[in-house]
């Protein structure tokens, strides 16, 4: 009977291991075609005009999608700017103040929920909020709705890093004399800074990629984002959507495979950038 018992674990454990790399074979092949398809499909009108040049319509020459590109990195940029200090400060209160406070308990919960609300209900909130009462589209609309969706995600990062912290630091920093805030945030923060990093670093990613809420508030122009707070505002997840699937020109399906491979790329140095953080934190 042992033996039986032994010969069944090790089937029951090769079974398992061949479900697991079917599986992983399975979500390995498929990120491959990906990459394959937006490759072959984008990397062929990748060139200096095209990374310099705006957005023109269909007909005109020397097209690109410069304008898409900066309007992209001014959104993000701009979201992680009102999102992270904010964000923060709620996972430090969360970790080091609140912890098992009710109205910590209560932030947690709206964290969670917001972190699974779908993205174009982020941009219609603010497209009730914002874009009509002033009555225009504009890049700052968007970033706010990317702040918002990435406001969850680093607070929720913030406190599970800090609460990696040994607590045996907290109380070498109180025996010393120092404030709890000074502690916190000169020796609790700075343990944990490569964790925090990888937070912001994966919220970031997020929110690159996202068309939903853009288009509710962004919406898309052809033209340069010197109207940032006023006017539409181009961005590369937009053109993609509007040039791929909303345009009937096959000259303007290829920029869209275009700028799909240059935020692939974006994306994917920005997680090899985290997974390289988080390796060194590990260690």
């Given at each position: 009977m042992?033996?039986?018992?032994?010969?069944?674990?090790?089937?029951?454990?090769?079974?398992?291991?061949?479900l697991a790399l079917v599986s992983i074979s399975i979500a390995l092949g498929g990120m491959g075609w990906i990459l394959y398809t937006v490759i072959c499909n984008g990397g062929a009108v990748i060139n200096l005009e095209f990374l310099t040049s705006p957005s023109k319509p269909y007909g005109e020459p020397g097209a690109g999608v410069a304008n898409a590109l900066i309007g992209t990195l001014l959104m993000t940029m701009g979201a992680t700017v009102l999102a992270v200090?904010?964000?923060?400060a709620g996972g430090i209160y969360l970790s080091e103040y609140g912890k098992d406070s009710r109205f910590a308990d209560m932030l947690r919960f709206c964290a969670d929920v917001m972190m699974g609300v779908p993205s174009i209900l982020v941009g219609l909130f603010v497209y009730a909020l914002i874009v009509i009462p002033t009555g225009n589209f504009s890049g700052m609309a968007?970033?706010?709705?990317?702040a918002i969706i990435m406001?969850?995600?680093?607070?929720?990062?913030?406190?599970?890093?800090?609460?990696?912290?040994?607590?045996?630091?907290?109380?070498?920093?109180?025996a010393?004399?120092?404030?709890?805030?000074?502690?916190?945030?000169?020796?609790?923060?700075?343990?944990?800074?490569?964790?925090?990093a990888t937070g912001t670093l994966l919220?970031?990613?997020?929110?690159?990629?996202?068309t939903a809420p853009l288009l509710f508030t962004a919406l898309f122009a052809d033209t340069w984002p010197d109207s940032f707070f006023s006017k539409?505002?181009?961005?590369a997840p937009v053109l993609i959507t509007e040039?791929?699937?909303?345009?009937?020109?096959?000259?303007m399906h290829s920029m869209g495979w275009g700028a799909a491979l240059l935020i692939t790329g974006f994306i994917l140095i920005v997680n090899i950038v985290t997974r390289f953080i988080f390796h060194e934190n590990k260690h």
């Open positions: 042992k033996t039986r018992s032994v010969i069944l674990r090790k089937l029951a454990n090769l079974l398992l291991t061949l200090p904010p964000a923060m968007g970033t706010i709705a990317l406001f969850p995600v680093i607070m929720r990062t913030t406190e599970d890093m800090l609460l990696m912290v040994p607590n045996t630091l907290h109380e070498s920093a109180l010393l004399g120092m404030s709890r805030m000074r502690t916190t945030l000169h020796i609790v923060m700075r343990s944990a800074r490569n964790g925090l919220a970031l990613a997020r929110v690159s990629g996202e539409p505002t181009a961005s040039y791929t699937t909303n345009s009937p020109f096959e000259s």
